[in-house]
């Protein structure tokens, strides 16, 4: 019992960063119906980007609170990945809104060869690492046989309170007022007089930031990153954001639990070497009986 609980614990820290991956993907998707393929790559680069700012702070600047220097590494990390995305959406994504659909999506794959690119020109293709920025341990059960982490709970924590951010801002502010109308018609969203643009791009924005989010979790995690880190991650969020029905919040983040908690009840039960093929298996099964997701709605065709 003790190693299952261990592993819930471990499926769901995991889960929670595919969760905001998968946020900046659904919803990219729900408004104007594209997959953002080079978001993965964004995360890994927000990494990277968390990981100089954090060794800057630290050794460079001389700040010896690591509280202190996470919350500046946090906040810089979402402005420039924001501002990133931003430039991304302006010259990738939105001379080719019109085209034909295909052409975003050779855009998408584009940008993210390019991104992979050009992180490997400017940190190389090694690993970096980072001493373990978040120690310590809470101890549960008879004899310790439970151990989970502070850096676990935090990752958590961080997650719980960006989705319920995430949800208000989407469901009781304007600008969430605006998304939502322009996910139903875009078109119709621009005759009532909504700055279609400027919602877009914020809404990319705001994917780009919980990436940002994300890939400081990941260092706080894994304390390493590498060019590849885009790929598995963005794909699984991905993978996670259809499963809990791409175009819901709420879903982006059970799709991203659901794939955690099956990798590590796999890998700790079963075989660590299967476990990417149990998440996809879940996914095919999952899409053929539900093929809107767990909380996506039907898409109805207007004519």
């Not at 059960?141 to 924590?157: D, E, F, M, N, S």
Request: aromatic share 10%; net charge neutral.
């Amino acid at each position: 019992m003790e190693y299952f609980i261990q592993q819930t614990v471990n499926g769901i820290t995991l889960g929670s960063i595919y969760g905001l991956i998968a946020i900046g993907y659904t919803m990219v998707y729900g408004i104007i119906g594209m997959v953002n393929f080079a978001h993965g790559d964004v995360f890994m680069m927000s990494s990277f980007i968390a990981l100089i700012f954090y060794l800057v702070l630290t050794q460079i600047l001389g700040i010896t609170s690591v509280a202190l220097a996470l919350l500046i590494v946090l906040i810089l990390g979402m402005l420039l990945t924001g501002l990133w995305n931003w430039m991304i959406e302006r010259i990738a994504y939105r001379p080719l809104r019109g085209s034909f659909r295909l052409a975003p999506l050779i855009s998408a794959i584009g940008m993210s060869i390019f991104l992979v690119n050009l992180m490997q020109v400017i940190q190389g293709p090694n690993n970096k690492s980072v001493a373990p920025l978040v120690t310590g341990f809470l101890t549960l059960g008879t004899a310790g046989g439970i151990v989970i982490p502070y850096k676990q709970i935090l990752i958590v924590a961080v997650t719980g309170g960006l989705l319920a951010l995430f949800w208000y801002l989407v469901q009781r502010t304007p600008l969430g007022r605006a998304q939502r109308a322009c996910e139903q018609d875009i078109k119709m969203a621009a005759l009532l007089g909504i700055d279609v643009d400027r919602t877009i791009s914020i809404t990319f924005i705001m994917g780009a930031a919980l990436a940002a989010v994300a890939g400081l979790l990941y260092v706080i995690q894994y304390g390493s990153v590498n060019i590849s880190d885009g790929f598995v991650p963005g794909v699984k969020a991905f993978t996670a954001a259809v499963l809990g029905g791409i175009g819901s919040l709420p879903g982006a983040v059970l799709g991203g639990l659901m794939i955690g908690l099956i990798e590590a009840m796999w890998g700790g039960y079963v075989s660590a070497d299967y476990k990417d093929v149990a998440a996809f298996s879940i996914l095919a099964v999952t899409l053929i009986f539900r093929p809107s997701g767990l909380l996506g709605r039907p898409e109805v065709e207007k004519v």
